[in-house]
């Protein structure tokens, strides 16, 4: 079984919608980051949390929010999508912050 | 802000050959580096990481250098083979962004056999 599962793998949805991207991991690492990865550009950073009860802004938060509901379960959710937050969406955890992170296989998402 | 160049167009390399791949970056030195490989419907893995008191680093095939002179990482493979066709990431700490991770957009690698 895979260390870093995210749910679902693919999703295409129209624009309005309300979307929940899921994320659980059985690394037993407390650190857990959201990035979206666009073609021609590197991986950005949406959300991180160090625990459960620390959540923080990455570089591109705006029009996204997380919840993190345990060490292993971190959640993306976009409350109205739009069409240009059509991308691939990857989730991954470390054990510290200068450490190796480890990715799911990612969500494509498809927002029409 | 920092910024982080990869090479955007394919490298093509024989089987058997050397690849090389670079990673630039713009402002400050990072306290490390990093690099991953990542195949097509897959999420990046990692592959090596270089502390910036460390010159050179090495697993196996796979060779990193890191010299905050040129503000730039060689990621070298040698005896290349097929199986090493991937897009090969890039990743440095940013204290601009709370030290997290800053990624490039990486190389896309080619073995021809």
């Known amino acids: 079984d895979a260390d870093v599962t995210q749910t679902p793998r693919n999703r295409i949805t129209k624009t309005g919608k309300r979307i929940m991207l899921e994320c659980s991991q059985t690394?037993?690492?407390?650190?857990m980051y959201w990035y979206r990865q666009d073609p021609g550009l590197g991986l950005r950073l949406i959300y991180y949390?160090?625990?459960?009860?620390?959540?923080n802004k990455g570089e591109i938060s705006d029009g996204y929010s997380v919840s993190r509901q345990a060490q292993a379960k971190f959640s993306l959710s976009l409350e109205s999508a739009i069409p240009n937050q059509t991308a691939l969406y990857f989730c991954?955890?470390?054990?510290?912050?200068?450490?190796?992170?480890?990715f799911g296989d990612g969500t494509r998402l498809s927002i029409l | 802000s920092q910024k982080i160049e990869q090479n955007s167009e394919a490298l093509n390399i024989q089987e058997g050959k050397t690849a090389t791949l670079t990673c630039n970056y713009t402002?400050?030195?990072?306290?490390?580096l990093q690099w991953y490989r990542q195949d097509p419907g897959r999420g990046p893995v990692f592959l090596l990481l270089?502390?910036?008191n460390e010159k050179e680093k090495r697993k196996e095939r796979l060779k990193v250098t890191f010299d905050t002179t040129l503000k730039q990482s060689l990621f070298h493979i040698t005896a290349s083979q097929p199986a090493d066709s991937a897009t090969y990431l890039c990743?440095?700490?940013?204290?601009?962004?709370?030290?997290?991770?800053?990624w490039g957009a990486g190389t896309k690698l080619i073995i021809k056999p």
């Open positions: 991954a955890t470390s054990d510290l912050t200068d450490q190796p992170q480890h």
């Open positions: 690394k037993g690492h407390d650190r």
């Open positions: 949390s160090f625990d459960v009860k620390d959540i």
């Open positions: 402002n400050y030195s990072p306290a490390y």
């Open positions: 270089i502390r910036e």
């Open positions: 990743a440095l700490d940013s204290p601009g962004s709370n030290y997290q991770l800053i």
